[in-house]
Nanobody, 123 residues
């Protein structure tokens, strides 16, 4: 299984970015993709996740109302649209994959990880 990320960069507060994660190698539809982030000096934390087979989603409180996770199965890609970005959203963002469709952010369940992409929110 491989996850390849793109997107990220520098944006001003209040701006938007979209992250992409291309997923390959799964032989089952029963998996979920999560987005996590890690700021300097902080633990990695969940942001949002989506079930591949039925599209159900889960968001942490910090992401609700500002971030939207979606998938395009034809392109094997999961997106994280981030709007109204704040300085505290600055972090390295990772997509990750877990087997099964139970949506949660328990890190040990996520076996496969993307390479990470830096998001900087600054004026």
């Amino acid at each position: 299984v491989q996850l390849v990320q793109s997107g990220g960069g520098l944006v001003q507060p209040g701006g938007s970015l979209r992250l992409s994660c291309v997923v390959s190698g799964f032989t089952t539809e029963n998996y979920a993709i999560g987005w996590f982030r890690q700021a300097p000096g902080k633990e990695r934390e969940g942001v949002s996740c989506i079930s591949n087979n039925d599209g159900k989603t889960l968001y942490t409180d910090s992401a609700k109302g500002r971030f939207t996770i979606s998938r395009d199965n034809a392109k094997s890609t999961v997106y994280l649209q981030m709007n109204s970005l704040k300085a505290e959203d600055t972090a390295v963002y990772y997509c990750a994959a877990k087997r099964g469709i139970l949506l949660r952010f328990w890190l040990p369940e996520y076996e496969y990880w993307g390479q990470g992409t830096q998001v900087n929110v600054s004026s």
